[in-house]
């Protein structure tokens, strides 16, 4: 998911539980039965999960724009470090690792 | 929420949360419920009062009880536990209490009394090694006495309660036999 989806699907999650959750309440206290209230935000519960966890398209709408691999040409810091302290000490040394 | 396992997290945890809310919020509304029962203790027959070798008073009652306990459950009602017992005041020990009949209420529909029943209000006497206290286990003679009815209220979410119902005015036999 980019960065976009993950705020949406974060947004829709907390909108689809406490809307459950006030739905399965006003459902079960007008009638009369806690057991109704239990099934329908059981129901809601998993209704969010098939929302918002699944990596949908709408989540990837606005794509990440990765950094070109320039870096990759140049050996690392450490590698450089390694071919220097090779240099001053002559064949003797070995490489650390 | 940039993985599939972090987002199961998050929903699980905040469902669990909201629902705690959520059953919270439904055993407040109970303070909104007026309840409205009707209580009916009578004594049809009351037995000889016997006096026991270690001490004890016996005496038998028959008893008509009933009750309509319907208005005392609300849908976040689990379940009534009624007794019914015997009450009086002693100077020695101040409240004393007797339970005569208990019940299990489960479902609204089965919250209507109506029964005759026999028990036995058995006075117990306190023994400290080998001498009872003087005044206990002979003190049921003449004694005036409550009838009251309890109900324990279990809730299914929420504070266990229990409310009562008295009936005063009755009276057992002065003397033995």
């Not at chain 1, 990837?60 to 450490?78: C, G, I, M, V």
């Not at chain 2, 987002?7 to 059953?23: G, Q």
């Not at chain 2, 006497?125 to 080998?130: C, I, K, M, N, Q």
Request: overall charge positive.
């Amino acid at each position: 998911m980019d960065w976009e989806g993950q705020k949406l699907a974060e947004q829709l999650m907390q909108y689809f539980l406490l809307g459950s959750a006030l739905l399965a309440f006003l459902t079960g206290y007008f009638t009369s039965s806690y057991r109704t209230m239990l099934y329908i935000y059981l129901a809601g519960v998993v209704l969010t999960f098939l929302v918002a966890v699944p990596n949908w398209p709408c989540y990837n709408r606005h794509k990440f724009t990765w950094l070109e691999p320039e870096y990759a040409d140049k050996p690392s810091q450490r590698v450089i470090a390694r071919q220097q302290a090779a240099g001053k000490k002559g064949t003797k040394s070995q490489a650390k690792r | 929420m940039y993985s599939w396992i972090l987002r199961v997290n998050t929903v699980l945890t905040l469902s669990v949360t909201v629902l705690a809310a959520l059953c919270a919020v439904a055993s407040m509304t109970d303070g909104l419920h007026r309840p409205s029962p009707a209580v009916e203790l009578k004594v049809l027959n009351v037995g000889p009062l016997e006096r026991l070798r270690n001490g004890d008073d016996r005496i038998a009652l028959t008893l008509s009880i009933k009750a309509d306990l319907e208005s005392v459950f609300t849908w976040n009602t689990k379940q009534l536990f009624v007794f019914v017992a015997a009450e009086y005041w002693s100077p020695e020990e101040g409240f004393n209490q007797i339970s005569l009949w208990d019940t299990i209420i489960e479902k609204k529909e089965n919250a209507k009394i109506d029964q005759q029943i026999k028990s036995k209000m058995l006075r117990k006497a306190t023994r400290v090694g080998y001498f009872t206290y003087p005044f206990q286990g002979k003190d049921l003679r003449g004694r005036d006495f409550n009838l009251t009815m309890y109900w324990n209220v279990m809730p299914i979410s929420g504070a266990f309660f229990t409310d009562k119902a008295v009936v005063p005015g009755f009276q057992l036999p002065i003397s033995y036999n």
